[in-house]
């Protein structure tokens, strides 16, 4: 069989959706200088022609019309006048019973998706709109009307009898609409689109920042390092100031609070240790680039080492994340696969911004791999500990307490990951940020309830774009979802073109090698897609300012997210391939010998 390669890019662009009133009338002049060779911070003259595709702070683009009430931005209804039925209660009938935990049947570790939301940070940011009251829960809840602030108006409704957050007498759930260019970047663009405060381009700008102050606010300035704490004889992030930071200050109850480019990086033991060891990596390849070119001042060390963090960030989605992901097979036939001894081709005609079916659908059925415990394993790998995910969210306490560090990469690199099924588990379900100001959520409410708030079309519109056969019934579904979920989305919903696009993307099998349905897969392949081939600076293009050498190229393909494990911690050794356990996995590196491929010499000049 000979498949013909097929672009998986869905939408180029051009047209009514493509923000050109922002780009016109709004965007800021940027002024770009010919022939820079390293990436701007915010993103801005990566494309020559125009600057501010892929920078941060612009608009989402959308692959289809978006869909509102009234057009602009009230909450669109169902086909026959009524309202959606409540996410919530979509969560009971739907998803909740099946909650419980599986283990993933092809021995995909932590990393699978804790690595995934590391680069969704890199390339989204999809702010909640914190600008009116401080909450918008009042309890009980009360009837939204005119009266209340467009922040709030999509609060998510608890039903009386709701059989988990009844008990904790719990009627609302807070929800503020996303931030968009006319309610917050003074920008009337219509219908209401959200913004994009990440670059889009794979650059490592959680990491960084994607702002020019950010950025400056966690260098030294000295020898082109990342600022460190100093805890217990280990490097970590800076502290933020105790209160009044994003993610930490609504508890009382914590020690430790961390700053790095991205205002998430608290949110969970894991990502908060992935930040930890990104900055140490940083640190540790500037110091290597310096031992080899003691002349370089500062400012180059450390956009070489950002540089050379950038491009393995790329190297792991393309080479080892997406494959799994969205399957092997499929990432050879759309054009997405990374290969040795290939180089990538820009094509400065397509716009590297991300989507709002991505941001605000099809990448969060992810969320269905969330694991619900985190293990503490120790060097003789024994299980020492094992803690509720959310129980520790927004505060890394335990991280700076040794051996907890490596405890905890070590278990997430040898326990097998939650099995992707049209779920997301119990406790990110009903108790996510527990204990913080906001209270207890329900992540699929939020998920779902955040499509609708940026007009994301239903799940029947985004599927026929995808090029799948016309859905016009709900028996059409039968085709390919069981006769309980169709009956079940029968019961909810008055019409088939009012499913949301999570929940029917969430609802579809995973595609035959990958571990999301068709239509998440076009869709997140889409973007992808466009964030590589539309990106100047991807690290295997050629002939570009400041484009590396063959060698240079050479040595990051052969890097991975273990060089970074043993690098950064003290773990003694990694799998082979790095997102499938330890047991499964053919081979184990001990880490001394993949230290060895961190030789730089190809960086002397
Ligand atoms: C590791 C644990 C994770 C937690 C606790 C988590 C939690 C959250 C939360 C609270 C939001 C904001 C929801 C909203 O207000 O709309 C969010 C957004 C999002 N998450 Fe996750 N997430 C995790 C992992 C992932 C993974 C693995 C992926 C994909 C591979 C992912 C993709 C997204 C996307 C696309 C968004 C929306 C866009 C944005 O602001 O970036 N997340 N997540
Ligand atoms: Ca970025």
């Known amino acids: 069989l000979v498949f013909r390669k097929r672009s998986p890019v869905i939408y180029n662009g051009d047209g009514p959706r493509s923000n050109s009133i922002y780009y016109d009338k709004c965007a800021p002049k940027v002024s770009c200088k010919r022939n820079a060779i390293y990436r701007t911070i915010n993103g801005q003259c990566n494309n020559s022609k125009n600057p501010l595709w892929g920078a941060a702070e612009t608009p989402y683009i959308r692959l289809s019309e978006a869909v509102y009430n009234d057009g602009v931005y009230e909450v669109r209804k169902q086909e026959n006048g009524s309202r959606l039925p409540r996410p919530r209660g979509i969560q009971l009938d739907l998803f909740l019973r099946r909650s419980f935990d ?12 804790q690595f995934g939301q590391w680069a969704n940070h890199d390339i989204s940011l999809m702010n909640p709109d914190t600008t009116g009251p401080e909450l918008c829960c009042h309890n009980p809840i009360q009837p939204i009307n005119s009266n209340t602030p467009y922040q709030c108006q999509l609060v998510i409704e608890v039903p009386t009898n709701d059989p988990v957050l009844e008990s904790y007498g719990q009627t609302c759930m807070e929800f503020r609409r996303a931030m968009t260019a006319a309610n917050n970047f003074n920008c009337p663009v219509i219908p209401q689109t959200p913004m ?10 959680q990491l960084y920042g994607h702002t020019v102050d950010t950025a400056a606010s966690i260098r030294t300035f000295n020898g082109g390092r990342l600022k460190t704490d100093i805890i217990n004889g280990h490097q970590f992030c800076p502290q933020k100031r105790r209160y009044r930071s994003l993610l930490c200050d609504e508890r009382n109850d914590v020690g430790v609070c961390f700053e790095a480019g991205d205002p998430r990086l608290n949110q969970n033991l894991g990502l908060t240790a992935y930040t930890t060891m990104f900055t140490r990596f940083h640190n540790i390849i500037a110091d290597k680039l310096r031992k080899l070119n003691p002349q370089w001042p500062d400012v180059k060390l450390y956009q070489e080492a950002r540089k050379f963090v950038g491009a393995l960030n790329q190297k792991i989605v393309y080479a080892d994340y997406l494959p799994i992901l969205l399957g092997k097979s499929f990432i050879k036939r759309s054009g997405l696969e990374l290969r040795k001894n290939r180089r990538t081709i820009y094509n400065p005609s397509l716009m590297p911004q991300l989507t709002t079916e991505f941001a605000g659908g099809a990448f969060r059925v992810p969320h269905n791999t969330l694991p619900s415990f985190y293990n503490y394993i120790d060097k003789n790998y024994e299980i020492v500990d094992s803690v509720k995910f959310v129980d520790w969210m927004s505060k890394p306490d335990p991280l700076v307490k040794e051996p907890n560090f490596e405890d905890l990469v070590r278990g997430m690199t040898i326990t097998t990951g939650r099995m992707f099924t049209p779920s997301f588990n119990f406790y990110i379900s009903n108790f996510m940020f527990r204990s913080h100001l906001t209270g207890n959520q329900d992540l699929l409410s939020v998920d779902i309830q955040r499509g609708r708030d940026v007009g994301v079309p239903p799940y029947t519109t985004i599927r026929k774009l995808c090029g799948f056969k016309e859905i016009a019934s709900f028996e059409d579904l039968t085709e390919f979802l069981s006769i309980e979920d169709v009956g079940a989305l029968k019961a909810l919903y008055s019409s088939v073109d009012d499913i949301d696009l999570l929940v029917g993307a969430l609802l579809e099998s995973p595609v035959d090698d990958g571990t999301v349905g068709p239509t998440a897969q076009c869709i997140i392949a889409d973007v992808f897609y466009r964030i590589r081939f539309g990106d100047r600076f991807f690290f295997d293009v050629q002939n570009q300012w400041g484009s590396y050498s063959q060698e240079q190229v050479r040595i990051l393909k052969n890097l991975d997210l273990g060089h970074v494990l043993c690098a950064t911690t003290e773990l003694e050794e990694v799998p082979k391939y790095i997102f499938k356990t330890t047991r499964f996995s053919s081979t ?17 000049n």
């Open 102 to 113: 599986s283990r993933d049947q092809y021995h995909n570790n932590y990393h699978l998706s």
């Open 196 to 205: 994009n405060q990440a670059t889009s381009f794979i650059d490592a700008s």
């Open 588 to 604: 184990i590196i001990k880490c001394k010998r993949h230290l060895q491929d961190l030789d730089l010499s190809a960086w002397e």
